[in-house]
């Protein structure tokens, strides 16, 4: 399976700021995913990272608050933008290759 | 640690003894299925998957069963060791996307 990385491993942010998670990925792949993962609780899929075009969100995600960037087929951002504490989470890109792998994720404390 | 799972369900099992984790899941046309396993501070780890056209699945030490009539997933793990503690989840994939649907997962605690 593909190797995937994440950066920061974590941070602890103030509020009205901005945060933008990298996720490298060591071969290229069709699709790229990002999830969030609130304490306690479950995975969530933000969206979906398409390559040359414009992230598809799901239901409850804006592209405002969580700008997608997928320059390339190795590697994506996404931006959580203006935070607050309800945004501290788990941060978690994934790829689908044969089946879906996940990054080691990227945890968010907003104080 | 990370507090992933403060709040899920919890199966305690001795070492040594086998665990069952049971799920249910929500769409009939959901075709494929996968367990993961979440150690405190990572992220999810495949463990193993299953397609709908089969009902059984068997990896190393672990086994998943796929009962599409009652939509329900369960995965073994036999000889449960220390190193299984953590919290799984399943998915399922819903058919002709690649989008994941994540259970709210169950805390597996191994005890001597």
């Known amino acids: 399976s593909a190797v995937i990385s994440q950066k920061p491993s974590r941070d602890i942010c103030q509020r009205g700021t901005s945060l933008t998670i990298q996720c490298q990925v060591d071969s290229q792949v069709t699709m790229m995913f990002w999830y969030r993962q609130q304490p306690g609780q479950s995975l969530t899929l933000i969206a979906t990272?398409?390559?040359?075009?414009?992230?598809?969100?799901e239901s409850g995600f804006v592209i405002d608050k969580f700008p997608i960037s997928r320059p390339n087929l190795t590697f994506s951002t996404l931006t959580v933008s203006n935070m607050s504490p309800e945004d501290s989470s788990i941060y978690l890109c994934?790829?689908?290759?044969?089946?879906?792998?996940f990054g080691p994720g990227t945890r968010l404390t907003v104080l | 640690g990370e507090s992933v799972g403060l709040h899920l369900p919890t199966l305690s099992v001795q070492e040594g003894d086998n665990s069952i984790i049971n799920c249910a899941y929500s769409?009939?046309?959901?075709?494929?299925f996968i367990w993961y396993k979440q150690e405190s501070g990572k992220g999810p780890q495949f463990i193993i998957d299953?397609?709908?056209?089969?009902d059984k699945r068997q990896g190393q030490r672990v086994t998943v069963l796929l009962n599409k009539t009652v939509k329900h997933l369960s995965l073994q793990i036999a000889a449960t060791q220390p190193g299984d503690s953590a919290v799984y989840f399943c998915a399922e994939n819903r058919k002709n996307t690649d989008k994941l649907i994540f259970g709210t997962g169950t805390r597996l605690q191994v005890f001597p």
């Open positions: 990272a398409n390559q040359g075009s414009e992230a598809t969100y």
């Open positions: 769409n009939s046309a959901s075709d494929y």
């Open positions: 994934s790829v689908s290759q044969a089946s879906q792998f």
């Open positions: 299953i397609r709908s056209n089969m």
